[in-house]
T-cell receptor, first 114, second 113 residues
Framework: AQTVTQSQPEMSVQEAETVTLSCTYDTSESDYYLFWYKQPPSRQMILVIRQEAYKQQNATENRFSVNFQKAAKSFSLKISDSQLGDAAMYFCAYSPSGNTPLVFGKGTRLSVIA | DAGITQSPRHKVTETGTPVTLRCHQTENHRYMYWYRQDPGHGLRLIHYSYGVKDTDKGEVSDGYSVSRSKTEDFLLTLESATSSQTSVYFC????????????FGQGTRLTVV
């Protein structure tokens, strides 16, 4: 079974600084997709960024970018110029191609210090 | 935003009673999922559906059943609620598998006393 590991239960960052959240996954598949979701205190799950495993180029969405290392099965999220609104729980998720549901990590709670 | 509505949003129930949570979508997505979120466990899959009347178990399915008689509705039933089922329950949908993101409802906080 595929597993997703987020080794940092909690992280903190100063406002305007950069922080990196770690995620590793275990799979024997060669074709799959990876996602980062944000869950603010409102509890709503919001997609932050996605990465296709067949793409070597790292995905970027404004201040959010990933470092995807396929051989190492690592998918870290970098948040630049951190803002107070970035404070949330962040979940890494894995999805193989086909119909299999997303598998989530346990999450990393990010605090942003003013 | 995808139109996914969960009801109720909050519920307190007694041990041993049956409980049904409803997920309704207006997006005509094929796949629907029920996850539970607990501190230290992230989101864990309970059951999912890949079409009307087509469902399958997830990793924490014991004590839960589901039904999907229409594309838009996916029901989660706790046959006899236990305190260990106190959790936040999320419904999610996807238009297809693979690279498509999952869209989530607002969550239901269930407390079993």
């Amino acid at each position: 079974a595929q597993t997703v590991t987020q080794s940092q239960p909690e992280m903190s960052v100063q406002e305007a600084e950069t922080v990196t959240l770690s995620c590793t996954y275990d799979t024997s598949e060669s074709d799959y997709y990876l996602f980062w979701y944000k869950q603010p205190p409102s509890r709503q799950m919001i997609l932050v960024i996605r990465q296709e495993a067949y793409k070597q180029q790292n995905a970027t969405e404004n201040r959010f970018s990933v470092n995807f290392q396929k051989a190492a099965k690592s998918f870290s999220l970098k948040i630049s110029d951190s803002q107070l609104g970035d404070a949330a729980m962040y979940f890494c998720a894995y999805s193989p191609s086909g119909n299999t549901p997303l598998v989530f990590g346990k999450g990393t709670r990010l605090s942003v210090i003013a | 935003d995808a139109g996914i509505t969960q009801s109720p949003r909050h519920k307190v129930t007694e041990t041993g009673t049956p409980v049904t949570l409803r997920c309704h979508q207006t997006e005509n997505h094929r796949y629907m999922y029920w996850y539970r979120q607990d501190p230290g466990h992230g989101l864990r899959l309970i059951h999912y559906s890949y079409g009307v009347k087509d469902t399958d178990k997830g990793e924490v399915s014991d004590g839960y059943s589901v039904s999907r008689s229409k594309t838009e509705d996916f029901l989660l039933t706790l046959e006899s609620a236990t305190s260990s089922q106190t959790s936040v329950y999320f419904c999610a949908t996807r238009p297809s598998g693979g690279n498509t993101e999952a869209f989530f409802g607002q969550g239901t906080r269930l407390t079993v006393v």
